[in-house]
């Protein structure tokens, strides 16, 4: 059965840093394009950052340059590295396939993020 467990949120200051992790289990890993998504209070899901099976990267054009996303395919994880945030940046974070095709898998709980003074 897959499951996707999502860990390293927390409450930070402005311009703090995060990284969060994204334990995969059940799944082939190492041959699924991932992502990782937030989920602000009142908005729609969105996707902020992706990787393929063989490590291409891209952004939303609000996190690039600030965050990095990363998968170790011998651990079955992914991360981000999150850096300078802003309270822009709140949301709960939660990790999943990316394909065109809008395949997902199970969602996990997310893990919550919290930039605040």
């Known amino acids: 059965q897959e499951q996707l467990v999502e860990s390293g949120g927390g409450l930070v200051q402005p311009g703090g840093s995060l990284r969060l992790s994204c334990v995969t289990s059940?799944?082939?890993?190492?041959?699924?394009?991932m992502g990782w998504y937030r989920q602000a209070p009142g908005k729609q899901r969105e996707l902020v950052a992706g990787i393929s099976a063989d490590g291409v990267t891209n952004y939303t054009d609000s996190v690039k340059g600030r965050f990095s996303i990363s998968r170790d395919n011998e651990k079955d994880t992914m991360y981000l590295q999150m850096n300078n945030l802003s309270p822009e940046d709140t949301a709960v974070y939660y990790c999943n396939s990316n394909y065109p095709s809008g395949l997902l898998l199970t969602w996990g709980q997310g893990t919550q993020v919290t930039v605040s003074s």
């Open positions: 059940g799944i082939i890993f190492k041959v699924i394009s």
